[in-house]
């Protein structure tokens, strides 16, 4: 197996996320609707095979940090949502993810800091 599953998650709980933008070509576990929004980590759940090399009967190696995210359904879903306290979760691999600035996760509940 290459790569290190032991190696420590890059993103802490509370780091506030972007989902990267893209529509690739091929298999992609990453929901469209949470393109280019931004979250709040909340655990890191390990290092897995990637799913969208193993839809092609590929190793999936090196395993990569699978995140779960929340995300405020106003910034899903638009401000129609904006009065209700709604959240969502969603699990995303490492390469999905980049660092967004702003406040941290207080606004989703996560009791992260701002």
């Known amino acids: 197996m290459s790569g290190s599953p032991s190696r420590p998650?890059?993103?802490a709980?509370?780091?506030?996320?972007r989902v990267c933008l893209g529509d690739p070509p091929t298999h992609c576990r990453t929901p469209q609707y949470l393109r280019g929004k931004c979250g709040v980590v909340l655990r890191a759940l390990g290092r897995h095979a990637n799913p969208e090399e193993l839809a092609y009967h590929r190793p999936g190696m090196p395993p990569l940090m699978l995140y779960q995210v929340a995300f405020d359904a106003?910034?899903?879903w638009g401000e129609r949502l904006?009065?209700?306290p709604y959240r969502i979760t969603a699990d995303i691999f490492e390469h999905w993810l980049e660092p967004a600035g702003g406040a941290g996760g207080a606004a989703l509940g996560t009791?992260?800091?701002a």
């Open 9 to 11: 998650a890059a993103l």
């Open 13 to 17: 709980a509370g780091a506030r996320v």
């Open 74 to 76: 106003a910034e899903v």
């Open 82 to 84: 904006a009065e209700a």
């Open 111 to 113: 009791g992260a800091p």
